[in-house]
């Protein structure tokens, strides 16, 4: 089993920034792709930004440009850096990560999601 632990929310002013993080931990063979989503009021979850074991990254539309996602493979953690926001970014932000867990040859697929972490950004 894979946890997941996200750190780094808060209260933030617009045009401030603010990083959030997230540590897989548990018996991991190897990590895939990483990556963050989130959740506003009423509104379905969307992709922030993912990054896979090459270091390729995607972003959703109105993140690009404006959001940094990177990760450190010793440490099984992503992070999450938001410059920039504004008061339409705030929502719940959840860590994904997807890999294989266990010891070889006895590994089995995994997708965990992180317990959330609220992002609230003020005018």
């Known amino acids: 089993q894979v946890q997941l632990v996200e750190s780094g929310g808060g209260l933030v002013q617009a045009g401030g920034s603010l990083e959030l993080a997230c540590e897989a931990s548990?018996?991991?063979?190897?990590?895939?792709?990483m990556g963050w989503y989130r959740q506003a009021p009423a509104k379905e979850r969307e992709l922030v930004a993912s990054i896979n074991s090459g270091g390729g990254t995607n972003y959703g539309d109105s993140m690009r440009g404006r959001f940094t996602i990177s990760r450190d493979n010793a440490r099984n953690t992503v992070y999450l850096r938001m410059n920039s926001p504004t008061p339409d970014d705030t929502a719940v932000y959840y860590c994904?990560?997807?890999?294989?867990?266990?010891?070889?040859?006895?590994?089995?697929?995994?997708?965990?999601w992180g317990q959330g972490t609220q992002v609230t950004v003020s005018p």
């Open positions: 548990g018996n991991i063979y190897t990590i895939n792709g």
């Open positions: 994904n990560v997807k890999g294989y867990s266990g010891n070889f040859p006895h590994v089995t697929v995994f997708d965990s």
